[in-house]
């Protein structure tokens, strides 16, 4: 059974920081695409940020470039996404996503195979 399961969300004030944990368990983790999406009330599911299966490239929204950071560590079956200078805009719900060839542009929700149940992250002004 596939779980993705995130952790490190909560309430920051602007300009803050915050560290999204996802662990994934039953699916070939080092062989996946790894990827952020978020969901605002009332919006679609927005994508965030991906890194590829080998750690070898990585792409962001334009709305978080320079601002977050994705990394992997495929010994602990770990994808983060370090956020950093917080805005309100940046609030909603996190999910992780694993792409496991299913294929597809990277910003299209419906190329990843698994999802987590996301975290929930509240960025006030």
């Known amino acids: 059974q596939v779980q993705l399961v995130e952790s490190g969300g909560g309430l920051v004030q602007t300009g803050g920081s915050l560290r999204l944990s996802c662990t994934a368990s039953?699916?070939?983790?080092?062989?996946?695409?790894m990827a952020w999406f978020r969901q605002a009330p009332g919006k679609g599911r927005e994508f965030v940020a991906l890194?590829?299966?080998?750690?070898?490239?990585?792409y962001y929204a334009d709305a978080v470039k320079g601002r977050f950071i994705i990394s992997r560590d495929n010994t602990e079956n770990t994808v983060y996404l370090q956020m950093g200078s917080l805005k309100p805009e940046d609030t909603g719900v996190y999910y992780c996503?694993?792409?496991?060839?299913?294929?597809?542009?990277?910003?299209?929700?419906?190329?990843?195979?698994?999802w987590g149940q996301g975290t929930q992250v509240t960025v006030s002004s």
């Open positions: 039953g699916l070939p983790f080092s062989r996946c695409d």
């Open positions: 996503a694993a792409d496991h060839g299913r294929g597809g542009g990277i910003a299209e929700p419906l190329t990843y195979d698994y």
């Open positions: 890194i590829e299966w080998s750690d070898t490239n990585t």
